[in-house]
């Protein structure tokens, strides 16, 4: 705390022309809508920038927490006592490498990285069209959909990695990418700038043809009219979160302004005026149910914040795997 209000005000000595936002409220920040204020909010103006603003955060052995498009986070209502820095802002280019890859940097959009690959008749990356993130924060989740991932398209990755203070280029395998897994969710102050992406060439009309498709699938099936961060629970070994919720006879379920997506079991929604108080009691009590239905445990896949939150108030007894913070797992 009094790190951060030294840190704090050292950068506004040493970056003045750095946009920082002090008290930023989270909730016009992320998809779901819910969230306090965070101490501050920073949007470096590029890559050096951003380095900076690392180092002198480590200089006060404070650690980054980078916001990318906060489709995957629920801020808690109290707020938090961090600095953020925002990716998406200013980290935003996006160009042709001479080899044919694509080089992107953090900030950019999904849905433009996509687009760009099918301008560039590259295919490969229809199935992130409809993903609502940014390249980093894909990149930590290892984002996927109808069959794809990222982890299929990524060449490599440049991290900043304050501990070391270096910045490293990491390869596809480097990365260790699994099923919404990736290293980076275990490198605490690891920033990620940029990535390049290998495609196969293909035909730009066929490679639309299918992100219309998935898009339109995506909006047949999910709550896209309603504020959420995606789906709530990762798919089991062998199993669906939706279909087993909605087997526990949870589908609608509703806690304070919260609910259980009545059109995708697999989603929880905002119908106005959630707190992140009714999210977590709402997805305790469908991880408790299910477990007892169906003996599956249900694995959150967006991030809960502050992450030291305690699961074990809420039953049942079962680990959540860390992946933000001292004590991250694996
Ligand atoms: C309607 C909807 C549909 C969705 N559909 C899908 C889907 O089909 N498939 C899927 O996989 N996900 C889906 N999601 C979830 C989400 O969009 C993805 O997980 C996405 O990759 C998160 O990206 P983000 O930029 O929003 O990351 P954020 O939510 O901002 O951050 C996620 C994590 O990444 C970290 N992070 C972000 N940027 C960086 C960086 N530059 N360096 C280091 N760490 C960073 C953050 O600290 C945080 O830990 C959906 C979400 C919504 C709201």
């Not at 204020?37 to 951003?50: C, E, I, S, Y």
């Not at 560039?120 to 794809?148: H, K, Q, R, T, W």
Request: contains cysteine; aromatic residues 8%; hydrophobic residues 40%.
């Amino acid at each position: 705390m009094e790190n951060l209000e030294l840190a704090i005000q050292e950068i506004k000595q040493e970056m003045p022309g750095l946009e920082l936002r002090e008290n930023e409220p989270m909730a016009a920040r992320c998809s779901f809508r819910i969230g306090g204020p965070v101490r501050a909010l920073a949007a470096p103006q590029d890559v050096t920038g951003l380095t900076k603003l690392c180092y002198l955060l480590k200089k006060h052995e404070l650690a980054p927490y980078i916001l990318g498009n906060g489709t995957n986070i629920l801020f808690p209502d109290e707020g938090l006592c961090d600095l953020f820095i925002l990716s998406t802002e200013k980290l935003t280019n996006m160009f042709l490498l001479p080899d044919g890859a694509i080089y992107a940097e953090a900030g950019v959009s999904l849905s433009k990285l996509a687009s760009f690959a099918q301008q560039n008749g590259l295919a490969g990356l229809e199935f992130a069209s409809g993903i609502p993130g940014s390249v980093g924060g894909g990149l930590v989740m290892n984002a996927g959909a109808y069959g794809g991932e990222l982890k299929d398209a990524v060449e490599s990755v440049v991290i900043d990695f304050l501990p070391e203070q270096a910045m490293y280029e990491l390869t596809n395998e480097q990365c260790a990418f699994s099923y919404r897994k990736s290293l980076f969710q275990k490198m605490p102050g690891c920033v990620i700038l940029s990535a390049v992406f290998r495609l196969e060439k293909g035909d730009p009309d066929a490679i639309a043809e299918r992100m219309r498709n998935f898009n339109a699938r995506r909006r047949a099936k999910q709550p896209l009219d309603l504020p959420s961060a995606g789906s709530a629970f990762k798919r089991p070994e062998g199993a669906f979160a939706a279909q087993l919720i909605e087997e526990a006879g949870l589908k609608g379920y509703t806690v304070g302004g919260a609910q259980v997506s009545e059109k995708h079991a697999g989603f929880v929604v905002n119908l106005g005026g959630a707190s992140s108080h009714d999210v977590y009691d709402l997805m305790m009590h469908v991880r408790k149910t299910v477990y007892e239905h169906s003996s599956i445990v249900l694995e959150p896949e967006m991030i809960l914040l502050p992450p030291d939150y305690k699961l074990e108030d809420h039953g049942p007894q079962v680990p959540l795997h860390r992946i933000w913070g001292a004590g991250a797992e694996e």
